[in-house]
């Protein structure tokens, strides 16, 4: 029954009704120019009854946000009251219009039709009863009967369409805040979508570089143990790059946790450019990456492409060197519509099921693919394991 709504509008909805019964009563005692009631004696009874008559419609008006149900009841209490006594329409009864506006702006769905209704319903029995109470003669004859009710018509056409108004712009204002919640919920679900969105790519590229630079360390620091008795310098050798590719992987991750941070903050991304320094990590781990690049790129490749290709390779290539038994093949064919991409590596006779197949690793491939509008496939093609890549491009840059 009751709504939650903030002070502020309870103390103004008080104030605005307090006002408007010291504003209207007064009018109504001067705009009456005969007795008060058409069947009470005017006296003190009929003007504290007028006064109680205001009293109730302005203390519905003024309760109408937080309870709208409850302001109708009072309301109808009020009018009720107000025709059982004889009194006159007055300045005081605006208080309904504002009764009815809130049970269609603040109401259920329920209480909406119930105002529309009572609208309806309200404006022919105050059509109704105007014309009875304003009407001095009685009805003798055909033609004053007639007169009586065109006078009733009339008086309840104009009182439904003043009531109907008053609920309609409250209906109106419903729609506003429905539209108005709507938008916002909208708004909403577009934030979390777009912040979905850039902690799946956050992940993703944390795992690119996480992956990739753990299979470096493990294999040169596997390497290095190996070598450490046989010779020295080569175990030397591993833990440079070994600390060079940490060094690295610890920058692209504080890159990262800051893009976690601050959203805006995209910072550079990998290019083709890149390309020879993620090879000569491969090779640091004991894989030689054969590399073919025909046809060339004839320009300035899109960077969204650039990255995507540039991803895939870094994701293939980790694989090979963690899961692989051998020298990697790597063909990039640049056509002018499109960039294929081919990673090939050799695999135990026996396949194992590797973590790779079970967790990210060819998943985030294949959605940098999508993403980029194309599509990727990795599978055992006769002891090997393949990754293949179309990715389409627009014109390139000269």
């Known amino acids: ?49 007028v006064v109680l008559v205001a009293v109730i419609l302005w203390g519905a008006a003024a309760i109408s946000r937080l309870a709208p149900g409850l302001a109708l009841v009072v309301a109808w209490a009020g009018a009720v009251l107000q025709m059982a006594c004889g009194f006159s329409p007055g300045p005081h009864d605006v208080a309904i219009l504002g009764v009815l506006f809130a049970t269609a702006a603040w109401g259920s769905v329920r209480l909406l039709w119930l105002g529309g209704a009572s609208a309806m319903g309200g404006g022919i029995l105050a059509g109704v009863y105007m014309s ?29 369409l003043t009531l109907v108004m008053a609920w309609g712009a409250g209906l109106l204002w419903r729609l506003v805040l429905h539209g108005r919640r709507t938008r916002e919920a909208q708004v909403r679900a577009e934030a979390v979508a777009a912040a979905e969105q850039e902690r799946v790519r956050i992940a993703r590229d944390m795992h690119d570089v996480v992956a990739h630079s753990l299979a470096v360390v493990i294999a040169q620091s596997d390497g290095a143990r ?8 080569q175990a030397v050798t591993a833990l440079a790059t070994i600390g060079q590719t940490a060094r690295a992987a610890l920058s692209d991750v504080r890159l990262l946790l800051a893009q976690l941070r601050h959203r805006e903050g995209d910072g550079p991304q990998p290019t083709l450019a890149d390309l020879e320094t993620l090879y000569a990590q491969v090779r640091a ?53 499109a960039v294929h991409l081919r990673v090939c590596n050799p695999v135990p006779a026996v396949p194992r099921q590797t973590s790779a197949e079970r967790g990210h690793g060819l998943i985030g491939m294949r959605e940098r693919a999508q993403l980029a509008g194309g599509a990727l496939s990795a599978e055992h093609e006769e002891g090997e394991f393949v990754v293949s890549a179309a990715l389409p491009i627009g014109p390139v840059a000269a």
């Open 1 to 49: 029954m009751f709504r939650t709504i903030p002070r502020f509008w309870l103390v103004a909805d008080i104030v605005g009704g307090a006002v408007g019964l010291l504003l209207t009563l007064p009018i109504t005692f001067a705009l009456t120019a005969g007795p008060l009631s058409r069947w009470i004696p005017d006296g003190p009874a009929s003007i504290a009854l």
């Open 132 to 160: 009875l109470i304003n009407d001095q003669a009685l009805i003798q004859d055909a033609a004053t009967g007639l007169r009586l009710a065109a006078v009733a018509v009339l008086l309840g056409t104009v009182s439904v």
């Open 226 to 233: 190996y070598a450490a008795a046989a010779d020295p310098a």
């Open 285 to 337: 781990a004991g894989v030689e990456p054969r590399v073919t690049v025909d046809p060339t790129p004839p320009g300035e490749p899109p960077p969204a492409i650039q990255l995507a290709v540039y991803r895939i390779l870094q994701e293939a290539l980790t694989n090979a060197i963690r899961h692989g038994a051998g020298d990697v093949d790597v063909r990039l064919s640049w056509y002018a519509d």
